[in-house]
């Protein structure tokens, strides 16, 4: 659902962010709720990159917001 929201209402870097962390949130429930565990290291590093990522746009975005305000 929130995915859904976001593709209506947001602009297409924030879709691709939100596609990413659907598919790590996914994995890491699937562990949680099944038991599943079967984390490669390609997984751990992509999962890391995608959630690096995120918080760096968001750092960004935050900022550049600010700076507009102030001015």
Same mark, same amino acid.
């Given at each position: 659902? +929130? ?8 602009? *297409?870097?924030?879709?691709?962010? /939100?596609?990413? @962390?659907?598919?790590? %949130? ?5 562990? +949680? ?8 290291? *390609?997984?751990?590093?992509?999962? /890391?990159?995608? @959630?690096?990522?995120? %918080? ?16």
């Amino acid at each position: 659902m +929130i995915v859904a929201a976001t593709m209506k209402y947001a602009d *297409n870097i924030l879709k691709t962010f /939100s596609t990413s @962390i659907s598919m790590v %949130v996914s994995c890491l429930l699937s562990y +949680i709720l099944l038991g599943d565990l079967n984390l490669t290291p *390609n997984f751990v590093l992509g999962a /890391s990159v995608i @959630i690096l990522a995120t %918080v760096v746009y968001a750092r960004a975005s935050t900022h550049h917001q600010q700076r507009s305000t102030q001015k």
